[in-house]
Every structure is written in structure tokens, then in C-alpha cells.
């Protein structure tokens, strides 16, 4: 028997497919052409040999070494070393700053558990970008310096920076041992502290998820709540902590991004500082696009492994 | 309750399947040939062992499953890849399922009048009356307002009877109706199914209630493999079944 | 008689249950007490706060002129007026004590803010007169609001899209108004456009989205996906600056729309794919017998998604996408780092300002202060929709 093809239930969501599809190339294909157009008439059309311009500006700090002379690609690099080396350090100490407030949450004390809740729910309702702000401008910039400066027994704050290990006092100025800038201080502290809320709930909502029993039972073979925690309910807990690690510290990576607001040169920063000199918006915008992607891709396999060893001990 | 007006006539054919062949994507043969004829008023029981195809041959009759070989006519209507023929079958086809799929989101009175304000565009006002009938007749009027997760298994699944109804179906599929209902609930709706064939409606209905079958049915189809083994009336199906599938699986169930 | 003792009891179970627990109860007391002496002393000796009066019209509405801001004014009653009559019909005539402790704390709002942030007096009686507006609205809506014919009321809904189109209108101008154009909207009132124009638009799409996600055809399912993992991957400061550069160049000669429309549809585009996902988990939760019961009752796609689909899905997925909107509101903070005044851009002029330097602390602590108590606001709202929506729904299982 004949179905006319506008009723047919097989050809229809092919017919849907293809408008679709179609509607869609057009708009690309329109769009796309204007890009192409516009960009020639700026004299701008795709290339990547720009990258070995020297660059003409200089990175406020950077593990490599680096002047205005190197070319782009070096700069970008340097941006990129800094994001990632303000990201791992970020990812460990809001991981442990968020489980120590997640367990919290189940302390014995009332005060501790309040404590904990107060300060998710404060961090989580205030703006990242407001929050690192704060952080520099109002907290690390207002260090003393010299001689007032804060001498704490491991480290001095000061206006120049945070002095690790044992710095001399010389001519005012404090030398030696290693400096950590001020701009990634108040990078480190405000993303430790922002994400550390949000591993804080990720941890709270992992242990709330073990049955009860498993508390009682840990309980009635004469555990103590130290022992229950970290030898039964936690291991217990990563189960489903761990899947739902892998987005905050996607996140943690992405919010990285921000530092062009502390001053810190991350690739964004540096990105920005790119464009703003040679015009090439496309490429720029491909590479960030390019490197964030690769961040979160690496960033999701560890984590998949680490979901697969944590998920092993089931059946 | 619906047929008062058309006195069920066997003469007629509700379904008609011919040497009807389905594939699952990844290649089972679910169902290999199989043909089936349901007069109007008669009540037909699917019975088989779990795999033999017996769900998925009945939820073919509403186009739920598709099938790429053989002919399906219910009601007159063949069932082909025809949106518009589809629609037609499925306002003509009640469905009551294992699981009830009752719209928990909405009271059991709103589960009765969505179908029919929406596909059949009757008036609000008509299909509330004809819905509060219909729950007294299933024994549901005082929980009109409830909603669904308040009810027990067996009120769920009489609601969801009533619901069908409300669409005045000429033909009513159970799918294993009271398999997910606790012992003591699953007479009530057997009841309920059984006034309905009474009152001359066209059921299949496929399930492992042997009592159910051998009160009601007028035919008992057997099903196995994906092939239909042997259809009989009740009494020659349990006391004397002819094929030895039937005899093994007749050993089975008791 | 025996309250105070189950009081000390209680206090003594939570607080000094263990000698480990005494000492840390001890040291976080201390700890506290210490940093509120520090804060109260900072905030009412060496804090200045006139940098908050002196600015807060410009914190306000950014650089929108003076003499139309009663367009403002008058966009502000009509959504108080709408807000309150709302609330009324939602309510009924009656006060809970959750309405009763909102409108007490709207009252001291009103008399106590105005004075505080020194604003001066016609603006004072301004701001009395809108919460009066408001309470006014919730108490005649309440009284009167059943007698509504039941035709009228479901057209109500209507009036809040209408009145977000006349607010655009009121505040861009066109139509015998004098255009405002958007490069002079600032503040919190570009804060406040830019979010509820993301949060308005972002929905639909989203749900577009998931459903296309889900769909079993391949284009649109992996056009969906592609979309949806490529906004995730990417920071919004990236999109918010590929917006800003080269939306430019995607469209012919010097067409591309103002900056701040320009931001708005990046923030809508990139919540619009956190908003899928969410809806993306609502329709898994939802189980297949639903879809198979709606279409075995004879109803099409469009009826089975709009009376079956949706209204599940959305419920499970309603925290997930407020979490989402708090976020958006959150987000449009970065609006300051591509060059636009919202309300942290700004303050951070106000904050450059060499006659007020060094006030940095007052700036940021209010602008917290007024962040935290907008997401709050939204997460409470949703913790208690939720509630409502579920009290039906949690009782699925007899």
C-alpha cells in the first residue's frame, strides 16, 4: 500500500535530517564566506607564520625564560606553563581543602559541621571574579613591606612577593630563597578557595551517599569516627566522588582563565596581549579554544582511569 | 461500559496478522511467521515461556514494535509506515502495561482526560463525567483527586484500565497486566478484566494467569521461539494440548 | 521549665561531646570572635563608606542619563506591581508565616538601606513607595485574585514575557522615547538585562538541545552533541572574547550588533549547553513506559512532550538549572573583562578614581553582599519550588 512520503514515519526523520542539515551548511557556508571576506580585506586570511614574529612585550613571570625579543609561540608557551602550573597546584590544594571541609560536615561537632556548611554556601553565592579580586587587591596588595613586612617561621609576606624558606632582610628589600609573586598567590588562594567549596559539596553528597548500615556496622566492631571515615565510608564515598571530580577540576582548569584579572600572565592573559598586537583574532581564538580543549581532555582521561581503578573493587 | 451501542459481532475481524517476521537491530529473530485472527468480542490469551516473542508480537498490534515482513489489519486499518494510519489505530487501541505508566505528574482524573481532550478534542466538562463512571465502574471513584503514587499497585493499574477506556477503544492489549502486582491485589483487576470481556469487548491479553485463561479466554494461543505453537479453546488447551511444546510448557507452569 | 536544660544538654551533645571536640569548639569560638571584633572595628572606624553613597547611582544604572531615568523608575513599579500581584494569586488570601517574615523583612529593607547607603531623600520616599507597591499588590491579589474568571487567569502568565518586552523597550527607547543606547546602560541595570536576557532565551534552546541529544537521528544528535561538548570545553572569557572580536567578521561590512547584544547571546549560547545537559538527565530519569503509554494513548510528539515529557524532566532537572541561572548571574561579572560597565566593571572605575583610593574593601564587600543575597535569594526560591513540585511527585512509590 502507498504512504505519500509526507507521512511516512521512515522517510520523514530523514527529510527532517536533511532540512536541518541543509538550513544549517547554508548558514556556515554564509557565514563562513563573510569571515573569509572581511578577513582579506584586512589583510588578515589565515596563516600561523606570525607565531615567529618577535613578540614585543614582556611576561610579568614565567618558568621559561623569556624577553620581548622570542617570538609569539614562545610567549604562548610561557602562558601556557604558568596556567598549568597554577592549575595543578590549585588541584591539589582545593581537593584537599574540599575533602577536609566535606568531611567536616559529618563531625561530631555542631559547630564544625555549621562551619562547614556557612562557608560553601558563602563562596558559592559570591562571584569567582570578585573573589580573586578581593584576594589581590584588597588582601596581597595591601601586604606591608620592608621591614613590616609579616615574618611568619617558614615564610615572609611581603608587598614584593611571598618569600618561601629563609629570606635576608637587605637594604629593605627581601632576598633569597624562593619568591612566589603576589599575583599568583592571590590566583592560588582565590581558586583553592572557590573550588574548595564546590569539592566540599562533591564530598558531603559522596559520603551522604554510603548507606547508613555501613556507619553502624564500622560502629558495632568498635571503630572510632576517625577510623570509620577514612578506612570504611571514604573509600566507599570515591565511588561516586571521583566522576563528579572530573567536571570541578574542568572547571577549576576553565576558571584559570581569570588570571588576567590578578595580573598573572596565563595563556588567556597572554592570548589577549597576542590579539591585541597583531590583530589575528581567528588564530588566537583557535588556539585558545584548541589548548582548553586539550587541558579538559587530559584532565578527563586521568580522571577515567582513576574512575575505573576506584570502580575495580566492585563485582 | 463502551460497546452498549455496537453489539460485539464475531463476524467481524479486529486483527488480522499474516506471517508477520521481525528483526531486532542487532540481528534476534523475534518473530518468525507468525499469524493470528481476533474477532470482535472475542477474548484471546498469549501465554509462553519469557523470550517467546508473545510481548513483542502484541505491542506490533499498536505499532509500539515494528516489523519488516507480513501484514498486520487491525480494525480495518493495515498497519504500514503511515503516520496517519497509525494515529488512526492507536485511538482505536487501548494498551494496559505491566508497569501501569500512569502520568504520576498529573491526578488520576487528569490521567483519564488528557487522551481524549487532546486527540479526540471532546469537551473538559464531557470527558470528566465519562471518567468519574468509569473510575465507579473500576472502583476508583473516591480517588479521583489523588495522584498516582498515592494509590496501591492494584488501584494504579485499574486507574490505568480506565484511562484506556476513556479513549472508547474497539479493542483492549494487556501486556502481562498484573505480572508486577503483589498476590493479593492481583484479583481485583482480573476481576475488572473479567466484566470487561463480559460486556463483549475485544481483548488480547498476554499473561501467565491460567485460572484468568481458562474462565475467560476463548481461545488460548501458544507462543514459543517466536513462532506460534498452537492456538486452542481453553478446555482442549490445559486438559489435552496437542503439541509437545505445550505439553512441556504446560509442565512448566504447574 | 525544662527548656534551658534540653538547651544546655543539646549545646553539650553538639559542642563538647568529645575533650577533641571541646578543643576545637574552644579555638573556632575564639577564632570567630576574634575575626568579627576585627570586621565590626574595620566597618564602623576606618571604613569609609561615601564611596558607596557618592556612586551609587552611577553602581546603579551606569552612565544613563540623568533626565530619563524615570524610565527606570517606572519599569521598576511595573515589576514590583507584577511581583506582588504574583505572589498574591499564588498565595490566596491568606498570610503563612513565610509571607509574613518576607514582608517584614522587605519593610526593614526599605527604611533602613535608603538611609544607610545615604541616598537622598526623594529617591528614600522612591524606594518606600515601591515596597508599598509590592506588599499592596501581594495583599489586594490575595483578596481579590479568586474572582478572576478562569479565562483571564490563564492568560496571566502571559504578562510577564510582555512586560520583559516593554522593559526592553523602556529601557533601549524607540517609539517616541529617546533611544538610550546600550553602550550607556551600566550597573546593575546591565547586570540585570544581560542576565535575564540569558536566562529568558537560554531555556528553550536548552531543551531544544537535549531533545536533540537524545533524538534518533544522527545529524541532529551529533550536531547537539558537538555543540554541547565544545561550549563545555571552552572558558566563557574565551567565547565572551571570540564574541567580541570576530562575531565582527561573521557578518557583512560593519553589521555586527552592539557589544553588549553581542555578549548577552555568547553568555545565552554557552548556558544554553549546561542547561541541555541538565535536561539531557531529566528525560534519562524519566523511564521509557511513559513515552510508550502516552503514545499508545493516541497522543503525537508535540502533545506527548508538552502534557508527559517535559513536565517530568523538568522537575528532576529544576536544581540543575537554577544552579545554572545562579551561575549565569555570576558569570556576567567577566562581562567587565571584555570592556563592558556591568556592575563590577564599574565599580572597578569607581574603585580607579584617584578620589577614592584605597576604598577598594567597601566596594568589593558590597558588591558581595549584594551578589550573595540575589543567588541566595534564586537558590532558596528553588529549594522551596522543588519542595513543592516533589511533595506530589515523592510519593510515586505507595
Sequence with gaps: MHTPWWRNRRLLPLLVQAAVGLVVLVMIAYLLGNLVRNLSAAGLLLSWRWLNLPAGFDISESLLPFNAELPYWRALLAGLVNTVRVVLIALVGATLLGTVVGTAAFSSNGLLRRLSC????????????????????????????????????????????????SPQLVNGVWQGSLRITLEFAA?????????????????????????????????????????????????QA?????????????????????????????????????????????????ILLGTYLAMDLVISLVMNRLNRLVQIQER | MTSPTTAADPGVVMIEARAVEKWYPNGFHALRGVDLTVHQGEVVVIMGPSGSGKSTFLRTFNALEDFQKGSIVVDGIELSDDVRRIDAIRREVGMVFQQFNLFPHLSVLDNLTLAPTLVRHRSKAEVQRQALELLARVGIHEQAHKFPGQLSGGQQQRVAIARSLCMEPRLLLFDEPTSALDPEMVQEVLMVMQELAKEGMTMVVVTHEVRFARQVADRVVLM??????????????????QHPRSRQFLNQIS | MNRPRALTNRLHRELFATPLDGLITVALLIGLVFALKALLHWSLTQA??????????????????????????????LLCGAAGISWGLLRGAGWPRSDRLAAAVLLVLSLLLPVGLGLAAPVQQRWWGLTALLLVGRWAAGRWGGDIPKRGRRLLPLTWPLLYLLGLGLIGGGLGLMTVRPSQWGGLLLTLTEASFAISVCCPLGIALALGRRS??????????????????????????????????????????????????????????????????????????????????GLNMLQ?????????????????????????????????????????????????????????????????ILFWCCCAALGLGSRSLERRLNRQHLRSQP
Design chain 1, 118 to 165: 556557612t562557608y560553601v554556601e558563602l563562596i558559592r553565592n559570591v562571584p569567582l571574579l570578585l573573589q580573586l579580586l578581593f584576594w589581590y587587591f584588597v588582601v596581597f596588595l595591601s601586604l606591608p613591606d620592608g621591614s613590616a613586612a609579616i615574618q611568619l617561621p617558614w615564610m615572609v609576606l611581603a608587598k614584593s612577593g611571598l618569600h618561601l624558606g
Design chain 1, 187 to 235: 590566583l592560588l588562594t582565590g581558586l583553592i578557595i572557590h573550588s574548595g567549596a564546590f569539592i566540599a559539596e562533591v564530598v558531603r553528597g559522596g559520603v551522604a551517599a554510603v548507606p547508613p548500615g555501613q556507619w553502624e556496622a564500622a560502629r558495632s566492631l568498635g571503630l572510632h569516627a576517625g577510623q570509620t571515615l577514612s578506612r570504611i565510608v571514604l573509600p
Design chain 1, 238 to 286: 570515591l565511588r561516586v566522588i571521583v566522576p563528579a571530580l572530573n567536571s570541578q577540576y574542568i572547571s577549576l582548569a576553565k576558571n584559570s582563565s581569570l588570571a588576567v584579572a590578578c595580573g598573572y600572565s596565563d595563556l588567556y592573559s597572554v592570548a589577549e596581549t597576542t590579539l591585541n598586537q597583531t590583530g589575528r583574532s581567528v588564530e588566537v581564538v583557535l
Design chain 2, 224 to 241: 514459543a521461539d517466536g513462532e506460534v505453537v498452537e492456538i486452542a479453546p481453553p478446555e482442549r488447551f490445559f486438559t489435552a494440548p
Design chain 3, 48 to 77: 569609609d563608606w561615601v564611596v558607596i553613597q557618592a556612586n551609587s547611582t552611577l553602581l546603579a544604572v551606569g552612565r544613563y542619563p540623568l533626565n530619563q531615568q524615570w524610565r527606570l523608575w517606572l519599569l521598576t513599579a
Design chain 3, 216 to 297: 534518533e537521528l544522527p545529524l541532529l544528535r551529533w550536531g547537539s552533541t558537538l555543540y554541547i561538548e565544545f561550549i563545555r570545553g571552552a572558558p566563557l572569557i574565551t567565547l565572551l572574547f571570540l564574541g567580541q572580536n570576530i562575531l565582527g567578521f561573521l557578518l557583512p561590512g560593519g553589521l555586527a550588533p552592539d557589544r553588549v547584544w553581542r555578549a548577552a547571546w555568547i553568555l545565552t549560547f554557552f548556558a544554553a549547553a549546561y542547561v541541555a545537559e541538565a535536561v539531557r538527565a531529566g528525560l534519562a530519569a524519566l523511564p521509557r513506559g511513559q513515552w510508550e503509554a502516552a503514545r499508545s494513548l
Design chain 3, 304 to 368: 506527548t512532550l508538552q502534557h508527559v515529557v517535559l513536565p517530568q524532566a523538568l522537575r528532576v532537572a529544576l536544581p540543575a538549572i537554577v544552579g545554572q541561572f545562579i551561575t549565569l548571574l555570576q558569570d556576567t561579572t567577566l562581562l567587565s573583562l571584555i570592556g563592558l560597565l556591568d556592575l563590577l566593571g564599574v565599580a572597578r572605575a569607581v574603585m580607579a578614581n584617584p578620589e577614592f583610593l584605597g576604598r577598594n574593601a567597601e566596594v568589593y564587600l558590597v558588591l558581595a
